[in-house]
């Protein structure tokens, strides 16, 4: 199966919370990461999480981490246009081969 | 302004013509990783580096070759490029490869 797994398609009314879900199989995972890419760009490091925390908050956002099921996820409170974007959720094992990333998930506002 | 850099933005050659895509970042970073990113297959890393002279295969690197001669910089090659390789290409640089990865603009290479 895949390391990092995620929906590929959220769409949301403009106002809302996205709640944006990820799951990872290696359990040796120490950090864990939420990148965003609009259209034509690079990614974007929104925010990370150290394994030995639960959640972390910045303004707007919100990473939960259930570390006994391996689920990571990404609230974004307020949704709006500019949110539009692909998430994707990476895993760092803590080795220095970089990043596992999801396949990201495509958040789609609605008016 | 601290950044990763690649060029070209946009390439298209022909099959077994060899090229490079270059990779440059100014913030003194130990890490450096190339991947690839292809429609319904998400990032796949192909080649990374923990520093100077030392690098490492990814996920996908067949076809691929890379140098680090100097920290800054971290050259992809295609010796011989074939249709395939026609991706979205992505290099990106850590100062602690745990911290996030800082990624540059991406290379959209056309391989006919």
Known sequence: GEDVEQSLFLSVREGDSSVINCTYTDSSSTYLYWYKQEPGAGLQLLTYIFSNMDMKQDQRLTVLLNKKDKHLSLRI??????????????????????????????????? | ??????????????????????????????????????????????????????????????????????????????????????SLYFCASSLTGVQGYTFGSGTRLTVV
């Open chain 1, 77 to 111: 409170a307020d949704t709006q246009t500019g949110d539009s974007a692909i998430y994707f959720c990476a895993e760092n094992r803590g080795g220095a081969d970089g990043l596992t990333f999801g396949k990201g998930t495509h958040l789609i506002i609605q008016p």
């Open chain 2, 1 to 86: 302004e601290a950044q990763v850099t690649q060029n070209p933005r946009y390439l298209i050659t022909v099959t077994g013509k060899k090229l490079t895509v270059t990779c440059s970042q100014n913030m003194n970073h130990e890490y450096m990783s190339w991947y690839r990113q292809d429609p319904g297959l998400g990032l796949r890393q192909i080649y990374y580096s923990m520093n100077v002279e030392v690098t490492d295969k990814g996920d996908v690197p067949e076809g691929y070759k890379v140098s680090r001669k100097e920290k800054r910089n971290f050259p992809l090659i295609l010796e011989s490029p074939s249709p395939n390789q026609t």
